[in-house]
């Protein structure tokens, strides 16, 4: 029996190790940059669509799924979501193996928790992204599902479960504090520790700092609107109250003083598709 469990021990320690042999290659530093890049991109968009909107000309609040069909609506446009897609994969891979293999080394404290399933719950909404994107890709259909319409999808399976409420309540309560992580991260600005910084230059150190912190930011609060309205939810029990980003987006503007608290938060979402791209050329990577 003893000899058995030594077994498995050494074979899980195995595993581990191939995994993180993986994790710290060079072939998933590059996908991993690639990643952050095209996330970049997407939320650049999602930002500038909600700008429009905000000042009066055109535009939309929209999600990352409505990114991909923008981007799909363009001349060469399936080729173009087919890289993004293929960059988006990368992202979700990279953000799994900083959930399970720590490789921001967040550790065990209950922050680090926190930012880990925040990696978690990252690497999988933005493999389904990248799915889906290949799925409109190989179909040439431009119709998927927002971001809204999931969550509420989700959130009327839950309200039929037995313990639906509850559960749907525990998630709000991971979504809010994901989101107060998020604006803690804006305050630290730790953010900063990840990136070689010796390698850029003051002033364009300075813009990354700021875009990073004001992106974190408008990403807390959208965070914690959807968190809210999850509670919203459950206490109504009503899925149709849940809301994506897209649909937290829809309620900013909807506020007194909308068009300007929307107009902030989508620059807030543009600062963070830029600071993106600074992760993906200044980001330590590949680093044990």
Known sequence: MTQMKGHINQASQDMGDAAKDVAYSKGMTVFARIGYAVRGIVYVLIGLLAIELSVGHGGKTTDQTGALQTINQQPFGR????????????????????????????????????????????????????YGGIQTVMSGSSHQSSSTQHTQDWTARLLHTSFGVLLLVLVGIIVIGLGGYLCFRAYKADFVKHLSLYKIQPNIRKMAVFAGRFGYAALGIVFVIIGIFLFVAAIQHNAYEAKGLDGALQVLSQQPFGAFMLGVVALGMLSYGVYSFVEARYRRIGVR
């Open 79 to 130: 080729f173009l979501l087919a890289v993004v897609a293929i960059g988006l994969f990368g992202y979700a891979i990279w953000s799994l193996f900083q959930a399970i293999l720590d490789t921001e080394h967040k550790g065990k404290k209950t922050m680090g928790i926190i930012g880990r399933i925040g990696y978690a719950i990252t690497g999988i909404s933005y493999g389904l992204l990248a």
